[in-house]
């Protein structure tokens, strides 16, 4: 059965394109470079070297946050059960998920595993055994992060909503994402909510926004876990 995203890929920068969207950020290379930015926080502030970690991107789409993150990280790697998605990954270490319940990597093979933007598109009834397939790709001590649209944020809800990608799209809570992991065996760490200025507003407003981390109105939110 090909997969949802296959019906998007060719034309997936377009189907992105929104008023709202666009009055938010006017490049769209603002959305992934706040994920990144978030994503190398959480291990400075741990003292922790990034160059140093592998890193899979699971339900990678098109590559666009693991090319921007690959000078950062000793080793990066996607899956995605789209193979039209991931034909515009080209150069970067990708592999098809033909079952859209296992990634296609062994055990224990990388140190942070994230899912970004993935789990609201897929079946409630699969993300249980896909969060487990995400931790059984994790080294121990390694952390599987999950990034997703916030349903408590007025204008995601609005998005989302007028979005075509997301006509199938279930959104889910952080308070969910955090029992998904927590259920999949890997330890709670924490939530930090970002995106909640536009990218204008955000060049000077960038503290006040660290500030909001734990207040679950941003636009977006990342559970940070670890498996022990
Ligand atoms: C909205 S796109 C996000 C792509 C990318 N993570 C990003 O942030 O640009 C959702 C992606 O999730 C993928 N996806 C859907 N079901 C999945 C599953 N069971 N496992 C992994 N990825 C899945 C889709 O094929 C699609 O590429």
Redesign the pocket.
């Known amino acids: 059965m090909p997969?949802?995203?296959d019906a998007y890929a060719r034309t997936y920068a377009e189907h992105l394109k929104d008023p709202f969207r666009e009055q938010f950020a006017s490049n769209s290379c603002f959305?992934?470079n706040k994920?990144l930015l978030l994503i190398r926080d959480f291990f400075q502030r741990r003292a922790q070297d990034t160059r140093a970690l592998s890193w899979i991107?699971?339900?990678?789409?098109?590559g666009?946050?693991l090319r921007l993150g690959q000078p950062h990280f000793a080793a990066v790697a996607g899956?995605?059960?789209?193979d039209r998605?991931i034909k515009e990954c080209v150069n970067l270490n990708v592999r098809h998920?033909r079952v859209?319940?296992h990634?296609p990597f062994s055990d224990e093979s990388f140190d942070l595993v994230?899912?970004?933007?993935?789990y609201?598109?897929?079946?409630v009834a699969?993300r249980g055994a896909?969060a487990q397939e995400a931790v059984r790709v994790l080294k121990p001590g390694g952390i599987f992060c999950i990034?997703e649209h916030n349903p408590f944020n007025p204008i995601t809800q609005l998005i989302v909503r007028r979005s075509p990608?997301?006509v199938n799209a279930r959104l889910l809570t952080a308070d969910t994402a955090k029992r998904l992991s927590h259920a999949a065996g890997v330890q709670f760490i924490e939530t930090r909510y970002f995106l909640y200025f536009p990218e204008r507003v955000y060049r000077s407003l960038a503290g006040l926004e660290n500030c909001l981390a734990r207040t679950p109105l941003g636009g977006q939110f990342a559970i940070f876990s670890r498996k022990s």
Request: hydrophobic share 40%; charged share 20%; glycine share 6%.
């Open positions: 997969a949802e995203f959305f992934p994920k991107d699971l339900g990678c789409g098109q666009e946050l899956c995605d059960p789209s998605m998920q859209p319940d990634i994230t899912a970004v933007c993935v609201h598109h897929v079946d699969l896909l990034i990608v997301d």
